[in-house]
Every structure is written in structure tokens, then in C-alpha cells.
């Protein structure tokens, strides 16, 4: 029987295969450390726990709550971009909460797309920013992830060359999996030349709050005139350690704001209302947690580049996000990231995910989370080195069959 139309545009999950390779070698009673998902190891912050507990008592809250968002979230989410970025959002008109902003982003998509639509989108990315696209019948021209000088004349090649003229572009910075960060000025440029354009910006930000080196990441909404074009998503995942909670949220255009609320209000009736006052309480906080956060992954991060680096691997430290992108070891870079992360997991205990998961372009690097202690990502330094001091070439780790 033939697969579904859309099935068929969804690619197996590369990840899978690594999990795979996971799961058995635990099987086997390996400890393998696993520093291959983006899922935050750290829990919630007591606080937000214990708001979301007081308010489940309320037999008011167990009802169906609000697509949008309740107004104090909305509230609390504009007065987070007041204080953050100086960006006046319109709680009314101009934010709505998402389910995660994976679900904001994905329904974005499905709002704004006919079938054929042209859409650019970073390639390395998170895969979302493609696939969202793909099934909601869009079609995907790649451009370049790193935002340097050749940028937006490639961007210009691309509005050139496609027709039917790009619907949107896809911006996603600090970037996962490269850790790209942008600045003000690049994306005053950008916001120019999609004016100019007519092009739509979807900015994923969700990663506003894990940066390091005293560096915060600016929002595109902070360019003058953004607002005309623009919607951008921030998710509570990371800054607050809620992956579980699917809180997020997309703010800008009142237009794309209004399409993404109605296609939102045929299919959902919004988070749980404890969850929702909940986020509220952390947004409002004095953000204390936040700082805590950011210093954890600071310090794993540095524990991670400087470690690995001793075991003979040159990560090159993220200036943001949770992730490292690192260029696979030379000796093993023909092999590909599937079968290099494959080769970790099974000499050397240690779980990464392959670049080629987020895009062709991706494939020279593994992307590694932070997402374990300090303890542990020594721990995987160590096996690491124990692997790269086994000469590849001679006692067949590399299968010729796998070569590239
Ligand atoms: C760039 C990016 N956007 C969105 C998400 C999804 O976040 P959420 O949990 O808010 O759906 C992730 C999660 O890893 C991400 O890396």
C-alpha cells in the first residue's frame, strides 16, 4: 500500500538511529552518557512548581482555559519584551501562548502556507523550521545558517531565483544545532531587505536567555519597522527549565498573530490554566532562576570545550544555546556524523546527535547538548580519549563499507 502523501515527506527520524544504538548498548549495561537531546536535565524551579500546585487546588482552573493564553500570561509576556528587549507588544493583539513554541511554530506555518509556497530556511536548523513548512504543503529553498557578510547577497539570489517569489524567511538565532548568534545590525539589514521583499520573518528566539560572556541576544522586534513583517517565538523550555510544561509563546505582527490565534482556536483550548498562571508567576520573577540557569550551562560549557580538547577533540566554545557544534575529528570526518555518532556510542559510551539530523549541510559536525553534570561530560572526555587514541585506520573502528 502506498504511504500517505504526507507521511512520505517526513523522513525517519535520524535521531532514532542513534537511540537505537542507545537503548541496546543500556541493554548491554553500558553507561552511556547522553549528550545527544536537547532536553534540559534541570528541574523546574521550586517556585513555578509550587505556584503550578496551589493553583491545581482550584476546581476553576480544571475547565477548558483560553487559546491565546489567559490575559495575565499574555501581559506577563509583553512586559518580559518591555523589559528585555524595550519592544511595546500589544497583549490584546500582538502575543499569543503557544504549546511550546515548536507548536506555534509548526501551526504558524500551517496558517500562513499554500500548497507550492516558497519558503527560506537555514540549513543546518532545527528541523521544525523545515518540516513545518513541508507539511503544511510549502516548499523549502536553503540558505545559509551563519549570518555573516555573504548572507544577504545569498538571500538575494535566492528571491531572485525562486519563483514563485519566498513567502517567509526563517531566522533562528542563537541557533540550534550551530550556536550562530546574531547581531542588531544584521538584523537590521535583513528586516530591510524583507520589506523591500515582501517576505515574512518567523525569528525563533528560543533561546533569548542561555547565552554567555555577558552577551544577550538581541530581538529582531528591536529593528524599527520589524513589526510590519515579523513574528517571533520564545519558549519557556530552556530559560526556565520547563520542556515538559509545552509553554511558549509567538509575539509581533497583529496579522500573523490573528492567523496563528485562529487556526490555534480550531485545535486547541490552550495549556492548563495552572500551567498558564504558572509561566505567568516566572515571567514576572526577578528573574534570579534565569541567571542560575545560564550559569549552569556556562560552566558545563566550559568544562566541555576545555576537556574535550585535552582528549585530542576541538570543540569551539558556543557563545549561546545549549549546544556545541563540533566539526567531527579529521580522522573520522569521511565517515559522516550518522556513522561517527554511531561509533561514539559504541566505543566510547557517549551519545551525540548527527548533524545531517538538521539538514545536509550539517553533516561534517555532531551536535552535543549540555545536558549532563560536569561529572559526566569529564566522564565522556575520558572515553573520548580512550576512542581517539585508538588508531582509526589500523584496527578497522572505521567499516570500509561506511565510508563516504
Ligand atoms: C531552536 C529551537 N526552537 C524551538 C524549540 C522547541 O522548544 P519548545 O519546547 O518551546 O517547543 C527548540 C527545542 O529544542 C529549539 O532548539
Not at 500582538?94 to 515548536?102: D, E, F, N, P, Y
Not at 535566492?158 to 547581531?183: C, E, G, H, M, Q
Not at 585535552?310 to 556545541?324: C, D, E, I, K, L
Amino acid at each position: 500500500m502506498e504511504e500517505f502523501h504526507k507521511i512520505r515527506r517526513l523522513p525517519p527520524y535520524v535521531f532514532e538511529q542513534v537511540n537505537r544504538l542507545k537503548a541496546s548498548a543500556r541493554a548491554r549495561g553500558a553507561d552511556i552518557i547522553d549528550l545527544g537531546m536537547g532536553n534540559p536535565d534541570l528541574p523546574t524551579p521550586q517556585a513555578i512548581v509550587d505556584k503550578l500546585c496551589d493553583v491545581v487546588r482550584d476546581p476553576r482552573t480544571h475547565r477548558y482555559s483560553s487559546s491565546r493564553g489567559i490575559p495575565g500570561l499574555r501581559r506577563a509576556q509583553a512586559a518580559y519584551y518591555a523589559r528585555r528587549f524595550g519592544v511595546k507588544l500589544n497583549p490584546e493583539t500582538q502575543v499569543v501562548a503557544t504549546l511550546g513554541s515548536k507548536e506555534g511554530f509548526a501551526n504558524m506555518a500551517q496558517a500562513i502556507t499554500a500548497p507550492g509556497d516558497v519558503v527560506l530556511c537555514p540549513n543546518p536548523t532545527y528541523p521544525i523550521h523545515a518540516f513545518g513548512f513541508i507539511m503544511s504543503g510549502g516548499v523549502i529553498r536553503a540558505i545559509q545558517a551563519e549570518p555573516d557578510n555573504n548572507f544577504i547577497p545569498a538571500l538575494e539570489r535566492s528571491v531572485r531565483y525562486s519563483t514563485p517569489k519566498p513567502l517567509a524567511l526563517i531566522l533562528n538565532y542563537p541557533a540550534n544545532p550551530t550556536a550562530f548568534t546574531a547581531t542588531l545590525d544584521f538584523y537590521k539589514d535583513v528586516v530591510a531587505f524583507a520589506r523591500k521583499n515582501d517576505l515574512i520573518i518567523l525569528s525563533d528566539l528560543a533561546y533569548s536567555e542561555i547565552y554567555f560572556d555577558g552577551n544577550p541576544p538581541p530581538s529582531v522586534l528591536e529593528v524599527p519597522g520589524a513589526m510590519d513583517v515579523t513574528v517571533e517565538f520564545t519558549s519557556m523550555s530552556k530559560t526556565f527549565s520547563m520542556p515538559g510544561w509545552r509553554m511558549g509563546f509567538a509575539v509581533g505582527n497583529e496579522r500573523l498573530i490573528a492567523a496563528l490565534s485562529r487556526v490555534k482556536s480550531y485545535l486547541d483550548y490552550g495549556a492548563f490554566t495552572p500551567i498558564q498562571v504558572a509561566a505567568s508567576a516566572a515571567l514576572n520573577s526577578d528573574g534570579a532562576e534565569i541567571e542560575e540557569v545560564r550559569a549552569i550551562y556556562h560552566r558545563r560549557r566550559d568544562v566541555l570545550v576545555e576537556s574535550f580538547g585535552r582528549a585530542g577533540w576541538h570543540v569551539p566554545p558556543p557563545p549561546a544555546t545549549m549546544f556545541a557544534w563540533a566539526p567531527i575529528p579529521e580522522a573520522y570526518r569521511a565517515l559522516g556524523s550518522l556513522e561517527f555518532s554511531k561509533l561514539l556510542v559504541e566505543k566510547a559510551d557517549v551519545a551525540v546527535a548527527p548533524g545531517i539530523g538538521f539538514g545536509e549541510f550539517g553533516d561534517d559536525h555532531v551536535r552535543i547538548a549540555l545536558v549532563e553534570n560536569e561529572h559526566r561530560i569529564r566522564q565522556a572526555a575520558r572515553n573520548i580519549k580512550r576512542f581517539l587514541a585508538s588508531a582509526p585506520e589500523t584496527d578497522n573502528v572505521i567499516p570500509l563499507g561506511a565510508r563516504r
